[in-house]
């Protein structure tokens, strides 16, 4: 239509809206006038908040917030939610064009006006509330949407009274007012939050005017932004909005039959000099806000067809601090219009307004304590015991449980004092820091602990942090989440702190409850931060400790360590040498006072005051020789004796760690072990054995296993012979306070050594010692990685993973070459290489298996069975890596080499086969993959006979395949088989009959055929529990199969019930976090997803997530894989950004883990693409669907069915596209393919 003509249509449309007008003022005086000012729609039930909501342009104060079926959320939902709330509406001349008179004003006299109005309402109710204003400014484009819909979303400002809203006595108010006339309103602490939505920012403009005035000047106005929390922007373009151009045609088209106002759209143009500088304006502001960014996701009709009014670029102001941007699902009309509490844009809407006036208390008390009002006395009287309740809800008792305290500490009386100065008890609400830093044993620890016992009532809380390594950090700041009460703890629940899992959430929590507006005026000392990642030498375990901060300027910090460039990050304090005086007090704490007096005890000993004075005051060395002196009943002149005698320089290796340049600690320790030494020449070899594993969590099945190595040492097979001698060689070690016993964490009694005695044991070694027990460690970790069958695999895999990385560190390659332990060493190796892999930690597994295959070829025959074992499981590596083609030639080389050494018919040989059969089927070749099968299962029956398990094994591989070729006639056929086989060789009853009887049962039910898998599954379910019990776990497995029968039956309540008796047996036998248990928990979530109930499969999907996360960590494959399946929920649930965050990160973690080839990561890929195109993200879902169709083309081929998954999304996104012929090209490609698979009669392999 020609624009002449849409104006036409136009005009007439804006003739019946508003009807035949005459000129004239008496037609005008009959117009009402739009609600103006404040209107209360709630009054609340003893109101603690108070909510103004302001409209936007052309807007209606009570209409803009109304849906069609005559609800308006603020007044007849709201209240449900915020029950303590007086809920207002603030109406003001908003009109562009009307026949009524329409406002001169401009913005800034609009935010002006609503200031006024707020403080008048405060100053005639007296009110002493703190007010949380949550403002809500709307859209200029209004203009625009007048014409299309009579009413628009408008925004909604809250203002949350902390602590009334109610009336007071006629004496309280006329104080008040009499305050106010003075000069002083900040009686209130007025908290706000602005609720933005559309083109209108007169809220902003209200903030940054209340900002602008000062002491002496507009002070009731500036309380308004004092008080002011945090701020909800819906739909505001801050950048200006597409609907401004076609408001003013509509304007002016208006124009023709009523009084506009011009003004305010040229305020909202796109990228206005105004709009941009408001935008700059409350940026710089920002800070003292929370802020929140709504934004609409649907496109608003328009005259010429749907355009997104106000993008989401546009709707964020870049540079605000503390701002978070929430998706509506609406568009820009319906956005703040909620017909139901059940609305989930209501629930969202409204749980971000309650969140807000939920945490604004304490934020602006401190506003108003920063303002100054506390120190001068002008709070109220009500304002005191607001006070002492912010004193309260941060108070936590001091606790010494778990801190290394002595009991009696002697002297530092000047550095206490220098604390005391550094971080004073008074004082500006800024970080303070102060940093320990001295020799190692210098008593930094001890210091810093007596200066939190003796000025403990000058912090609300204490908190002492184990930061020997990132991970014990993270650890010791999640534990404290125990210590704080219920009402301060953070949301969620304290996970199990003795696990060995990540405890990231946790600490992030506690750190962000540190941050509180407020909780200021806490204690943490970071103990022991030896480690710095700053040194770039590619140490893994170091780490920034500034970066466990928390984030709020507040608090005190103390941190000791060894390192003095750490002091940049505080006030450095060097701590030095005890005095003597001092040293022979703490001596004499330890030793016993009578043993190092004069007979007449007027005088410290000679030999006591030689002791102390060649000991030089460091602290360590003192308790280390009284220990010494008290343990054997030994007097200080012999002590002294053994000194001299054993004195030497502190030796220097190939790794030299820490140097002492007095050679204190050294000599005492020196002393210690020769009196191992003396006493068990094995317990001293132990000390320094146990040196080699990382030195947490040391127990005697760490070492046990290290006697299968046939080269082992003699003192070492006396030491693991029985766990009998091995506690008695340990307590000879704990005596001379050389190692420490550790609390039981419920599996076994563990021990641990200090730091700094690791490293002196460490350098005490030559290098011919060192070699003997580094392998000897060495061969005790590989020789223990346990095997995937036992139940504790997980659990034993994760506790072995740092003795593993603590050896591997000690490893000097070049000593190794011809060890005659060559063949512990490197098959220790390859065992530490499935370890890793085990764990996830596919590259750390690839760097061992191939050291370990460099070494064996190097020093053993390239056709030794080590070595052709390791190149098999480089194969398993590279297959699960989706590297196939390296798998393919690991694989061939392995085959060829048992083919030579061991012949064609040897059990590792067709083992190998079989796996290249594994790899030919995933790369979906399955004529390759049949052959190799076949191969390796002729080979198997005429080796090891037709019912051998390897046999057995191998059938039921192929088996799997041909249900995967869409055979089931011989799939079933293999299977029975295998189940003739077992039954024969085993018995009807016995459990590996009974499970390949399960197994036979899954074959049917992905058959469809029920009633037969049904028959297997109670045949099995009967079995194990007759022969295993009701509650075994192989039992459990089997309820939860029949679960899933149950549930593709459609039998969904017998579904529930198996699969809450497998969880509830599986949480009791293998606790909550196993990943049996998981996997219920996963298929708790698919039942409740069929069943509709989509929060219910949320929680359930969330906690399998969590759950692998802890068990496996966050970038284990198993975890993206739950990761993924929890995208799909949420793309189920419409909530695409959620989607869409899952999937980024699955892809972000398999594609760093797999590679981007892989087709795990292939399969996130083209989920990605389904997200953006239900998001009409036309461009980012054809850039997924091409590189996902380019990956399985490359990797699976052109006919695989998962590459013409996604040959049929492309072709259905290329015809909305409008791309009809490529289109029509892949769709007949996929028909081509459909054709052919319906020709080959495989009907149970339905097209994608």
């Known amino acids: 239509m020609p624009f002449s003509g849409l104006l036409k249509r136009k005009k007439d449309e804006i003739k019946v809206r508003l009807g035949n007008t005459t000129s004239g003022s008496s037609r005008q005086n009959l117009v009402e006038l739009p609600p103006l000012g404040l209107l209360e729609l709630a009054k609340g039930i003893d109101p603690a908040v108070d909510i103004v909501a302001v409209h936007g342009l052309n807007g209606h104060r009570e209409k803009s917030w109304t849906a069609k079926n005559n609800v308006n959320w603020l007044r007849d939902l709201l209240p449900e939610v915020i029950p303590k709330a007086r809920i207002f509406s603030w109406g003001y001349g908003a009109n562009t064009h009307s026949r009524s008179p329409v ?4 913005l800034y006299d609009h935010s002006t006006a609503l200031v006024s109005d707020l403080g008048l309402e405060r100053q005639l109710t007296g009110s002493t509330a703190k007010l949380c204003v949550l403002g809500i ?94 701020i909800l922007f819906l739909g505001t373009p801050h950048q200006g909005g597409a609907g401004v151009e076609w408001g003013k045609i509509l304007l002016y088209i208006a124009s023709i039959f009523a009084q506009t106002n011009k003004s305010l759209l040229r305020h909202l143009e796109k990228d206005s000099e105004w709009s941009q500088q408001q935008s700059q304006q409350y940026a710089a502001i920002s800070n003292d806000f929370v802020t929140r960014f709504a934004y609409e996701t649907y496109p608003t009709p328009t005259p010429l067809g749907k355009s997104v009014v106000v993008p989401k670029s546009s709707a964020v102001i870049p540079g605000a601090v503390d701002a978070e941007q929430i998706a509506i699902m609406a568009d820009h009309i319906n956005m703040a219009k909620y017909p139901s509490a059940e609305d989930s844009e209501f629930r969202k809407v409204s749980g971000h307004l309650l969140l807000m006036a939920n945490g604004c208390t304490s934020k602006i008390e401190m506003n108003w304590r920063d303002e100054g009002n506390v120190e001068k006395g002008l709070l109220t009287n009500d304002a005191p015991a607001l006070s002492g309740q912010f004193k309260a809800d941060f108070k936590v008792p001091f606790d010494l449980t778990g801190v290394p305290a002595i009991a009696k500490f002697i002297g530092r009386d000047t550095e206490i004092e220098q604390l005391r100065e550094i971080l004073p008890s008074v004082g500006p609400d800024r970080r303070k820091v102060l940093v320990l830093h001295g020799l190692g044993g210098i008593g930094k620890t001890q210091l810093a602990i007596e200066f939190a016992r003796r000025h403990r009532d000058n912090f609300s809380a204490i908190f002492w942090l184990n930061g020997k390594t990132r991970e014990a950090l993270v650890r010791s700041i999640a534990a404290i989440a125990k210590r704080l009460s219920h009402a301060q703890k953070p949301t969620t629940a304290v996970v199990d702190l003795k696990e060995p899992e990540d405890v990231e959430r946790k600490a992030r929590e506690v750190l962000s409850w540190l941050s509180l507006e407020g909780n200021s005026k806490w204690l943490l000392i970071f103990d022991n931060i030896d480690k710095d990642d700053a040194l770039g030498i590619g140490d893994e375990e170091a780490y920034c400790i500034e970066s466990f901060f928390p984030g709020a300027d507040q608090g005190s910090i103390i941190i000791t360590t060894r390192l003095k460039r750490l002091g940049e990050f505080g006030k450095p304090l060097p701590v030095g040498i005890l005095g003597q005086g001092e040293a022979l007090e703490l001596l004499a704490e330890i030793a016993g006072r009578a043993i190092l007096q004069e007979d007449d005890r007027s005088s410290w000993s000679a ?45 220097r290796t190939t790794r030299p760690r820490h140097h002492y340049p007095n050679g204190t600690i050294e000599t005492t320790w020196t002393i210690s072990y020769e009196e191992i030494q003396k006493a068990d020449v094995v317990a001293a070899k132990l000390l320094l054995l146990l040196a080699c594993f990382d030195n947490q969590d040391i127990w005697f099945g760490l070492l046990e296993y290290g006697k299968y190595d046939l080269h082992a040492p003699g003192w070492f097979r006396k030491i693991v012979s029985s766990e009998t001698n091995f506690y008695g060689y340990m307590a000879m070690l704990l005596d001379y306070s050389l190692i420490e016993a550790k609390e039981s964490s419920g599996h076994s009694e563990s021990y641990s050594m200090h730091p700094v005695v690791q490293d002196w044991c460490n350098e005490r070694l030559d290098r011919g010692q060192s070699d003997e027990f580094i392998v000897t460690a060495l061969a005790s970790i590989g020789f223990v990685v346990p095997t995937r069958e036992e139940w504790h695999y997980d659990f034993l895999q994760q506790r072995l993973l740092p003795h593993a990385n603590q050896i591997l560190s000690l490893i000097d390659w070049r000593s190794f070459q011809d060890n005659p332990r060559e063949f512990a060493i490197y098959s220790s190796l390859s065992r530490l290489g499935i370890l890793y892999q085990g764990q996830g930690k596919l590259t750390e597994a690839e760097a061992t298996y191939q050291r370990a295959l460099v070494g064996a070829e190097e020093l053993l025959d390239p056709g030794h069975n080590l070595t052709l074992d390791t190149v098999n499981n480089l194969g398993n590596l590279y297959l699960e890596q989706g590297k196939f083609k390296e798998a393919e030639a690991m694989f061939k080389r392995a085959l060829a080499g048992y083919e030579k050494a061991l012949g064609l018919g040897h059990s590792s040989t067709l083992n190998t086969i079989s796996n290249l059969g594994n790899l030919y089927m995933v790369q979906g070749k399955p004529k390759q993959a049949e052959a190799m099968y076949e191969r390796a299962l002729k080979g198997k029956e005429k080796a090891l006979g037709l019912d051998h398990a390897s046999t057995l094994d191998t059938a039921n591989n192929l088996g799997i395949l041909y249900l995967k070729q869409g055979k089931p006639k011989e799939a079933e056929a293999v299977l029975k088989r295998v189940l003739m086989g077992i039954e024969k060789a085993l018995g009807l009853d016995h459990t590996s009959t009974l499970e390949t009887v399960n197994n036979l049962g899954n074959l049917y039910l992905k058959q469809g055929k029920l009633e037969e898998a049904e028959a297997m599954d109670k045949r099995a379910l009967m079995g194990k529990e007759k022969a295993l019990g009701l509650d075994h776990t192989s039992t459990l497995d089997t309820v939860d199969n029949l679960g899933n029968l149950y549930l593709k039956q459609g039998k969904l309540e017998e579904a529930k019930a198996m699969y809450e ?73 419409g909530k695409l950004e959620e989607a869409k965050a899952m999937y980024e990160r699955a892809l972000k973690g398999k594609e760093k883990a797999l590679g981007s080839d892989h087709t795990s990561t292939l399969d996130v890929v083209h989920n990605l693409g389904s997200l953006y195109e239900d998001q009409d993200r036309a461009v980012e879902a054809e850039t997924m669907y091409e590189r996902a169709l380019a990956g399985c083309e490359k990797v699976l081929g052109p006919d695989h069915s998962s590459t013409l998954l996604t040959v049929n999304c492309l072709g259905r996104l290329y015809e909305g596209q409008g791309k009809l012929a490529e289109a029509e090209a892949l769709y007949q490609r996929h028909h081509t393919w459909v054709q052919q698979r319906l020709a080959n009669r495989v009907p149970s392999e339905t097209s994608p």
């Open 103 to 106: 406002s001169v004003q401009y």
């Open 137 to 230: 400014p709307v859209a200029a484009d209004k203009a625009l949407r007048i014409v299309v819909t009579s009413q628009r979303p408008m925004g909604v400002l809250l203002v949350d009274s902390a602590r009334g809203g109610k009336r007071k006595e006629e004496g309280k108010i006329a104080h008040v007012l009499e305050r106010q006339r003075a000069g002083h309103d900040r009686t209130c602490g007025v908290s706000k939050l602005f609720a933005l939505s559309g083109q209108i920012k007169r809220e902003i403009v209200a903030l940054i005017h209340s900002d602008s005035a000062r002491k002496g000047h507009l002070e009731s106005q500036r309380a308004i932004k004092i008080s002011t929390y945090g």
């Open 607 to 651: 030999d006591a005051m030689e002791l102390t004075t060649r000991l030089d005051g460091l602290p360590l060395a003192i308790v280390m020789a009284g220990s010494y002196i008290s343990l054997r009943g030994t007097s200080v002149s012999k002590y002294l004796q053994l000194y001299r005698e054993s004195w030497r320089d502190l030796q």
């Open 1061 to 1133: 008796r497998a969880l509830k047996g599986k949480e009791k036998a293998l606790g909550s976090d196993h990943t049996s248990t998981l996997d219920v928990v996963h298929n708790l979530g698919n039942l409740y997803l069929k069943q509709g109930k989509l929060e219910e499969a949320e929680a359930m999907d969330k906690r399998a997530l969590m759950g692998k996360e802890k068990a496996l960590g966050l970038d284990h494959t198993s975890t993206l894989d739950t990761v993924d399946n929890l995208g799909n929920l949420y793309l189920k649930q």
